[in-house]
């Protein structure tokens, strides 16, 4: 019985070692991963936000006191930290509070500046979000904060980023009013805003067109 048993088993493992029989097996633990993820697919509802783009403060620097230009410490596409010393307008010297990219600086000394006249523009792209525009009847209700959300530029097109969703704006976007064909009555946009780690995805930059997908599950 027990030589019996021997040439059983060895018949199961002869068996198994087949190529149809590993082929077969192999099918079967991918389709059922696929069945697994296709499941998990199911209970995923998204939203997705079409017209977005990327967006950062821009901090607009200016004298207090009116003067010359005697002093120009930075240019534009330069990264500064805070406190940083960017233009000398009289006597006066400009400092930046946040660090960022400068966008905005003039080319030439001597041109005179009166107090609140902008002199150099920086955009803080630590607090650059992802904004997109949703109709109310497009899934708005199902949009909250701390929702995950996933989006895309058109600058790097098959390549996702990461983020939450930070704002869902409590008033309506009035420039973005559209008409409902059924009875013309007017159907509002509202505004979306996605927070991300920007330190992880250096190559953003504000103002690129982006898509953004809303996990509501």
């Known amino acids: 019985k027990m ?28 389709f059922g991963l696929l069945a697994v993820f296709l499941f998990w697919q199911l209970g995923q509802k998204t939203i997705l936000i079409e017209n977005s783009y990327l967006d950062a403060p821009v ?16 240019k534009e596409g330069d990264k500064i930290s805070e406190n940083t010393q960017v233009a000398l307008i009289g006597s006066q010297i400009i400092f930046t509070k946040e660090s960022g990219i400068v966008s905005n600086a003039p ?4 041109s005179y500046f009166s107090p609140g006249q902008i002199v150099v523009s920086i955009v803080n792209n630590k607090e650059m979000k992802v904004i997109g525009q949703i109709e109310e009847t497009k899934g708005l209700s199902d949009i909250t904060a701390g929702q995950r959300a996933t989006f895309s530029v058109d600058a790097f097109p098959g390549k996702t980023y990461e983020g939450i969703v930070d704002q869902v704006s409590p008033v309506s976007n009035d420039n973005g009013i559209v008409f409902s064909i059924s009875d013309k009555r007017p159907i509002k946009k509202f ?9 992880d995805y ?3 930059k504000s103002g690129m067109s982006a898509k953004i997908t809303v996990y509501t599950k």
């Open 191 to 199: 505004d979306i805003k996605v927070r991300f780690n920007i330190s």
């Open 3 to 30: 030589e019996e048993n021997t040439i059983k088993i060895e018949n199961k493992d002869s068996i198994l070692k087949k190529p149809w029989v590993q082929s077969l097996i192999s099918a079967i633990v991918i």
């Open 59 to 74: 901090i607009n620097l200016a004298p207090s006191a009116p003067g010359t230009l005697n002093a120009l410490y930075v």
């Open 107 to 110: 080319h030439l000394l001597g």
């Open 202 to 204: 250096p190559e953003l």
